[in-house]
């Protein structure tokens, strides 16, 4: 796998809590496509949002690449799709011309994703897969989770009970 590609919301929930450097413990390389980096960072600290600079302080530290997005039949194809904006076309353009995982959150992208065989995997998942492998603790995975929901990460009901139940098992 070449990377993990990083669209907005989990770059956001992330920062919103002040744990972005959890992703130099996923074993490979992180990368936010130029698209992503000018609506999280240029355009939020433009708007005064804090989470644009730790995700600029990100990048700045070098757990983050920031990478162009070559023109593909995908990239053409995907950008006349309206219901997909153009940070997501450029994380699934990305992700795939590279064999790489886009790292997303919304059902749609998502969706989108899985029609090109497109590989995705959400915030969650990120804290739950570090929390498996040991490099964070179940608890703290699951402050990670609560505080990013505290401060607007969408969790449907179901799926954060889903989470618990894995958090739960992983302690066992």
Not at 19 to 45: D, F, H, K, M, N
Request: with cysteine.
């Amino acid at each position: 796998m070449w990377a993990w590609v990083f669209d907005a919301t989990p770059l956001i929930s992330l920062a919103k809590v002040d744990r972005l450097a959890l992703v130099q413990q996923v074993g490979t390389s992180c990368v936010i496509p130029e698209r992503v980096y000018e609506e999280v960072v240029e355009t939020g600290l433009e708007q005064g949002y804090p989470d644009a600079r730790r995700i600029e302080r990100s990048v700045d530290a070098d757990r983050f690449d920031i990478v162009s997005v070559e023109t593909t039949a995908l990239l053409t194809r995907l950008q006349d799709n309206s219901n997909l904006s153009d940070a997501d076309v450029a994380v699934l353009a990305c992700a795939d011309a590279h064999d790489g995982v886009a790292v997303m959150d919304e059902t749609y992208g998502r969706d989108v994703a899985a029609a090109e065989g497109i590989t995705t995997r959400g915030t969650a998942y990120l804290v739950l897969k570090l929390a498996g492998e040991g490099a964070l603790s179940v608890d703290d995975a699951r402050t990670v989770i609560d505080a990013m929901i505290d401060d607007g990460w969408y969790c449907a009901p179901d799926v954060y009970a889903k989470i618990v139940q894995k958090l739960d098992s992983l302690a066992d």
